[in-house]
């Protein structure tokens, strides 16, 4: 039996239905990979003793660790601790420790320990109990068939716990992998198949030991390279080498590694330059100045917003001409540059940024179709807008001018 890598199973009906998005799963995957952890699948399964325990079946063919989230809260709902029972072959006892754990909680909470909270504590007797520093349900570790089972709770912030301080610790070096390096490249400015044009003799000459990903979203695509070695500080030589050849074809396009955030980015460039931001905005209703907001020490450098979405309080706000919209149109080259650089004079800034345009579903015209957008900059050396055309999907055009907008404030600077 050839056991290797890792199996990530989340119990819930609710994971099924789609009334909850499985980011359990997404957060534990992304840090296995992280640390070079092979991960074979990413399954849900029903919170029944039958769907639990075929799939553990299943797991213990192939895997060498299955890390299992959910079903172990105080409610009737919850069989996990049942279906272990009996994959296991235990029994639930009390146990003394996790019971103190328990009161302990509720007390420093100044709430009361119902009965329910005290079933907590009820665990099969043949697990290894697993600390949670963040509840009352403790994880647990089971070994069959040379196979690793770590049962943890569905509550996020609980799981994060476990895994941080139990989980990838312990593990880190159970699995079988090859030494290996990784980085993923942001970039924005260009779609994925024009990015693949541009990159396509450097992708060409990758060696075999080194895997290149495409990861698109509205406004930018990732890149993730992973290679492979026999020694780490050769894997590791590798993927710079490829960084560095890749920053010689696209370096207008990369904004940032791995976990950097664009508004991030733009914000320790406002910063080393001495600038200071405003925004006009319509069609992103305030998404452009929280974004840059959502940053620590953004105040450093943005002043204000007005979210101009009525006409009249482009009107009254912005003192662009009433003339200027009946003739041009809310959705034009004119009303960005003005939206542009009338914030930047209102909120007396270096740099003003506007965008307004048609989201949808509805408002377009044969001149003027859904997904027109109009992106305005204002800076000491003048005023410009350029047009977009981007779709006909009302989200998707909203992020997307989100980040064009971030990515010609980028640029700009």
Not at 198 to 204: A, Q, T
Request: hydrophobic share 40%; with cysteine.
């Amino acid at each position: 039996m050839n056991k290797k890598g890792i199996d990530i199973i989340s119990i819930g009906d609710e994971l099924l239905i789609g009334q909850v998005v499985n980011t359990n799963a997404s957060w534990m995957a992304q840090k296995l990979n992280g640390k070079g952890l092979p991960i074979n699948r990413v399954i849900s399964v029903a919170d029944t003793a039958d769907a639990i325990t075929s799939m553990l079946t299943n797991s213990i063919e192939s895997a060498k660790l299955v890390l299992i989230t959910g079903g172990l809260g105080p409610t009737k709902d919850d069989l996990t601790k049942d279906a272990i029972c009996d994959f296991f072959g235990s029994h639930l006892e009390l146990n003394e420790e996790v019971l103190i754990h328990v009161e302990d909680f509720f007390t420093k909470r100044g709430k009361a320990l119902t009965e329910s909270n005290r079933l907590q504590a009820m665990l099969p007797h043949n697990c290894e109990v697993v600390h949670n520093s963040q509840g009352t349900a403790p994880g647990m570790h089971f070994i069959k068939e040379n196979t690793h089972f770590v049962f943890m709770p569905g509550v996020p912030f609980e799981m994060k716990s476990i895994m941080k301080e139990w989980v990838i610790p312990y593990f880190s070096d159970y699995c079988d992998v090859k030494p290996r390096a990784q980085k993923t490249v942001l970039t924005s400015g260009m779609g994925e198949s024009f990015l693949a044009d541009r990159i396509e003799e450097w992708e060409n000459n990758l060696p075999k030991n080194t895997k290149l990903a495409y990861l698109p979203s509205p406004g930018r695509v990732r890149l993730r390279i992973t290679v492979e070695a026999d020694q780490q500080i050769d894997a590791n030589i590798l993927l710079g080498k490829h960084i560095h050849n890749l920053q010689q074809i696209i370096p207008e396009l990369i904004y940032g590694y791995d976990d950097d955030l664009l508004e991030a980015v733009i914000g320790q460039k406002l910063i080393a330059n001495g600038k200071t931001i405003a925004t006009a905005e319509s069609c992103t209703g305030g998404m452009i100045a929280q974004k840059l907001t959502s940053v620590a020490g953004s105040s450093a450098y943005f002043k204000g917003s007005v979210v101009a979405y009525a006409n009249e309080i482009k009107t009254n706000i912005l003192q662009i001409p009433a003339s200027t919209i009946d003739q041009k149109g809310a959705v034009s080259e004119e009303v960005a540059c003005l939206m542009a650089a009338n914030v930047r004079k209102l909120m007396g800034t270096d740099i003003g940024i506007s965008t307004t345009g048609i989201a949808g579903p509805d408002g377009g015209t044969e001149e003027k179709p859904v997904g027109t957008v109009w992106i305005g900059l204002a800076t000491e050396e003048g005023v410009s807008a350029r047009k977009y055309q981007f779709g006909n999907q009302r989200d998707r055009n909203i992020h997307w001018t989100l980040q064009t907008a971030l990515n010609r404030i980028r640029r700009e600077l």
